[in-house]
């Protein structure tokens, strides 16, 4: 029998919500998708990170349900670790060993992988980038750039189903950022990107709009962006920066 994460693997988001102090973030969101290269684009604040870490099942929607190929991640954490991997925008928050080699080696250890097993993976990840020599090496050490290395390492490692990538580029240098998102693209059977900056979505299949924790557009990156970019132009003009007061 198929396991339902080898299944066509569909995210379905039924009324999901989620509230901060009885605040709405996200508020609604009905979602069916199946595509391979799928787009969140929205402004600051919009609720996009926080899409990603419910989908990413480290924190609960308050209302509706999410299913990634069938599963709840947030119930079924040991299936979200199978599935799911993110990548976060800045490599501080994702990193917790010291060493590189650890840090790698985590993720593979909380997905029930032998330390053996484990071992074997990091040195083959670390080898395919080149990086046999940072297995000990220090992350305190290694530049931005590098951390992000490190922690797309860490997450290719684990070979996700879905890979969500949110704004993983900030602070990036041009050819840095060509390069790993040339991989990252690759990485995983399904990638989900979050991003304020159009240039990164515009070969996403699916794409949705988030404004102010609601979808406001859905379809093809080609079809959204260019309403997504007039209005970012248009409020760009205007002078209230009400919006980022909280
Ligand atoms: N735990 C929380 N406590 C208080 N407010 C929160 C919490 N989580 C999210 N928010 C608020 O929800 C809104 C959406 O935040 P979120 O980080 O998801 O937006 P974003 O679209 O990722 O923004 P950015 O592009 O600036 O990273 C913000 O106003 C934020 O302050």
Redesign the pocket.
């Known amino acids: 029998m198929e396991r339902p994460e080898t299944a066509r693997f569909e995210i379905r988001m039924d009324g999901l919500g989620y509230e901060?102090?009885g605040?709405p973030?996200l508020e609604g969101l009905e979602l069916r998708v199946a595509a391979r290269r799928i787009g969140v684009v929205?402004?600051?604040?919009?609720?996009?990170?926080?899409?990603?870490r419910i989908l990413a099942g480290l924190i609960a929607p308050t209302s509706g349900q999410l299913r990634l190929g069938g599963i709840d991640p947030c119930a079924d954490r040991r299936a979200a670790l199978r599935l799911v991997g993110i990548l976060f925008?800045n490599p501080e928050h994702q990193i917790i060993f010291p060493r590189v080699g650890e840090e790698i080696a985590f993720g593979l250890r909380q997905q029930g992988l032998g330390k053996a097993e484990a071992q074997a993976r990091v040195a083959a990840m670390l080898a395919q980038f080149d990086k046999r020599h940072w297995q000990d090496a220090p992350v305190d050490a290694l530049s931005q750039g590098q951390k992000h290395l490190v922690c797309m390492m860490a997450v290719l490692a684990m070979r996700p189903q879905l890979l969500i990538l949110?704004?993983p580029y900030a602070g990036l240098d041009i050819p840095t950022r060509r390069q790993l998102g040339r991989y990252l693209r690759a990485a995983a059977p399904h990638l989900l990107h979050?991003s304020?900056e159009p240039e990164d979505l515009a070969d996403c299949e699916r794409l949705f709009w988030?404004d102010r924790?609601r979808i406001r557009a859905e379809g093809p990156a080609a079809e959204i962006l260019p309403v997504f970019t007039a209005e970012m132009d248009r409020l760009g003009e205007l002078d209230d920066i009400a919006d980022l007061a909280?």
């Open positions: 901060v102090a605040r973030v929205g402004r600051n604040g919009s609720g996009k990170s926080t899409l990603a925008q949110d704004e979050i304020h988030l924790g909280g």
